[in-house]
């Protein structure tokens, strides 16, 4: 399991070089979100402080009806691009 060996790579490197600076934590946590990623199909995410998109496979195994839900409940802040882009329109602190 991949985040097994990312989660053991991470004790490993706390062994050797003890507790990680800010950068390398970051590092995992963009992996971490990298597989959860992969998992749900999604293939891209472009977001900056001003918002961005998230691109779905097309056998994504996120069910349409989630999207569209979360598009009813925040129609300010989500609405979809073509048939696999969810723009996300939200103001994110840097």
Not at 24 to 38: G, M, P, T, W
Not at 40 to 52: E, P, S, Y
């Amino acid at each position: 399991d991949t985040q097994e060996k990312l989660d053991n790579i991470r004790m490993e490197l706390i062994d050797r070089f003890g507790i990680p600076p800010q950068s390398v934590k970051h590092l995992f946590s963009v992996h971490q979100i990298r597989l959860k990623a992969e998992h749900l199909g999604i293939t891209k995410i472009d977001i900056n402080t001003q918002g961005g998109n998230i691109e779905f496979s097309p056998d994504t195994p996120v069910q349409a009806i989630s999207i569209i839900q979360l598009m009813q409940k925040n129609p300010t802040y989500y609405r979809m691009e073509g048939g696999q882009r969810l723009k996300v329109m939200v103001q994110l602190e840097e």
